[in-house]
């Protein structure tokens, strides 16, 4: 089975540019997730989806970001105008959908992005 | 705030050796804990998930404990090996939804 995929695995821009951050889920998953990784503040939850519906953006940083899931196998996530602190590693996840905790997650292998 | 904390971000041992990682988290004890592998270049893998009423659940050379009144998670790895080495995750769920909060993650390195 296929996993998480993310495109594109690497992405360099100036700043100022738009960035899209592309995510196909796992089949069958109906909850998705946006994290951003740094070494100073690690693995930080951005926005989740259920059901194509956003349930939780308190993570995105500013208006400057946004996300979007248009139908059950895609989604994006936009940076516009990037900044260099927006350069970190972008990791899409996907999971059933459940409470507590009690669903693993499955990611792709992330996007690493660097704003200059 | 619903807060999870590993408390090492590195731990060198020697192979054959037990590895033991630990996790403590805040305020009200969630109901599951999670742990994850993760390789430099990679995404998290999923290892185990642990429920508040288990206090230990083993798979293969890995076992994990929840301890609700330490509130604290060990997650143990028996005879390491090299192979072994890599950063490991821990998460809690949130308070409700499906969304989890991961801490910063201790990285593991195991020499031959």
């Known amino acids: 089975d296929a996993g998480v995929i993310q495109s594109p695995r690497h992405e360099v821009t100036e700043m100022g540019q738009e960035v899209t951050l592309r995510c196909k889920p796992i089949?069958?998953?109906?909850?998705l997730f946006w994290y951003r990784q740094t070494m100073m503040r690690g693995l930080e939850l951005l926005i989740y989806?259920?059901?194509?519906?956003?349930?939780?953006d308190s993570g995105m940083p500013e208006d400057r970001f946004s996300a979007k899931m248009p139908n059950a196998s895609f989604s994006t996530l936009k940076i516009q105008p990037s900044e260099p602190r927006d350069s970190a590693v972008y990791f899409c996840?996907?999971?059933?959908?459940?409470?507590?905790?009690?669903?693993?997650?499955?990611f792709g292998d992330g996007t690493r992005l660097s704003i200059l | 705030s619903q807060k999870i904390e590993q408390n090492s971000e590195a731990l060198n041992i020697q192979e054959g050796k037990t590895a033991t990682l630990t996790c403590n988290y805040t305020?009200?004890?969630?109901?599951?804990l999670q742990w994850y592998r993760q390789d430099p270049g990679r995404g998290p893998v999923f290892l185990l998930l642990?429920?508040?009423?288990?206090k230990e659940k083993r798979k293969e050379r890995l076992k994990v404990t929840f301890d609700t009144t330490l509130k604290q998670s060990l997650f143990h790895i028996t005879a390491s090996q090299p192979a072994d080495s890599a950063t490991y995750l821990c998460?809690?769920?949130?308070?409700?939804?499906?969304?989890?909060?991961f801490g910063k993650g201790t990285t593991l390195s195991v020499s031959s």
């Open positions: 996840a996907s999971s059933f959908s459940g409470t507590g905790g009690n669903q693993p997650q499955h």
């Open positions: 089949s069958g998953h109906n909850s």
């Open positions: 989806f259920n059901n194509n519906v956003p349930i939780d």
């Open positions: 305020n009200y004890s969630p109901a599951y």
């Open positions: 642990i429920r508040e009423n288990e």
């Open positions: 998460a809690r769920g949130s308070q409700a939804g499906t969304a989890l909060i």
